[in-house]
């Protein structure tokens, strides 16, 4: 599911700024995006996002400026004066042929250090990145509920339209045989009749037999009614660890499943339209549930 939220504070002297985006993906994927000094918070950053959510590709950009005294780097003079002399040694630099750029001169290994409470500092961001997080991530599931209202109601709207096909399915069924009976036996005894032939009353009833058989769909309408009601009562249930989008996926695998056996079983016009109409909304609800966490 798709969603966005951010944070910021100022805290003595030094901003911090946390911004998470979701799009959607069957699966979890995490991107932390932190400047490099702090690349040590990543897998703590990714493991309260995994508490939090289940689903989606999240993204997590986390930044801080800090303009206090305290984050200066130290000049290492011993390196750079090393390095001047060893520059000052050469002809080009003597003569004034070859200009010495401070800014080059402070990007050579050992000359600017760290300061020496990094640590201190690190540990600060890290206080400040996670209590930003958390208020980011609220705003995010905040977005994403009212996402999955709208989803949920979407949902629910497939999950009525097939209940209403499968109605007609369980109305127009029983007919279905009483009609073949009635045009097999009309077709054999007008056939019968030019040939002047009788038949047997036992093998038309069994050839009917044999088609109320081929064609009988109880089982897979009480079926696809169950996988309805647990649709329904998932939808309608309160807020779950599980993650529920995976199941309704699997439960509108089973419902096309069924669906698809209705439809090759039966030969009845009524019924086939009816079943692909239940199968179109099946397949609209495999589109969602991938959006569903």
């Not at 690349?39 to 939090?52: H, N």
């Not at 088609?211 to 009480?222: H, M, S, V």
């Not at 699997?250 to 030969?267: D, G, H, V």
Request: aromatic share 4%.
């Amino acid at each position: 599911m798709t969603g966005y939220g951010d944070a910021s504070a100022q805290i003595d002297g030094v901003h911090y700024f946390v911004e998470v985006r979701s799009l959607n993906n069957k699966y979890f994927k995490a991107n932390i995006r932190l400047a490099e000094e702090f690349q040590g918070l990543e897998a703590e950053l990714e493991s309260r996002l995994r508490e939090r959510l289940t689903r989606g590709t999240v993204t997590i950009t986390a930044r801080c400026s800090d303009e206090t005294a305290s984050a200066a780097h130290t000049i290492n003079l011993g390196a750079l004066n090393s390095y001047l002399e060893q520059l000052g040694a050469l002809p080009q630099i003597a003569s004034g042929q070859w200009r010495i750029e401070a800014s080059a001169l402070l990007g050579l290994p050992g000359v600017l250090q760290p300061p020496a409470n990094e640590e201190e500092r690190v540990q600060r961001v890290r206080a400040a990145f996670f209590q930003l997080l958390d208020k980011a991530l609220a705003s995010l599931i905040a977005m994403r509920e009212r996402e999955g209202g709208a989803l949920a109601a979407d949902l629910e709207g497939h999950r009525a339209h097939i209940v209403a096909r499968l109605a007609e399915i369980e109305e127009r069924a029983p007919s279905v045989v009483a009609e073949y009976q009635s045009r097999l036996k009309s077709r054999i005894e007008n056939l019968l009749r030019e040939a002047q032939i009788a038949i047997e009353p036992g093998d038309l009833v069994k050839e009917i037999a044999i088609y109320a058989e081929r064609t009988d769909i109880a089982e897979e309408l009480k079926r696809l009614s169950g996988h309805l009601e647990q649709f329904r009562e998932m939808l309608t249930a309160k807020a779950s660890s599980r993650p529920l989008g995976r199941t309704l996926d699997f439960l509108a695998q089973e419902m096309l499943r069924e669906a698809n056996t209705i439809a090759s079983k039966s030969p009845d016009a009524v019924i086939a339209r009816a079943a692909v109409e239940i199968k179109g909304a099946i397949d609209r609800i495999k589109e969602q549930a991938q959006n569903v966490e």
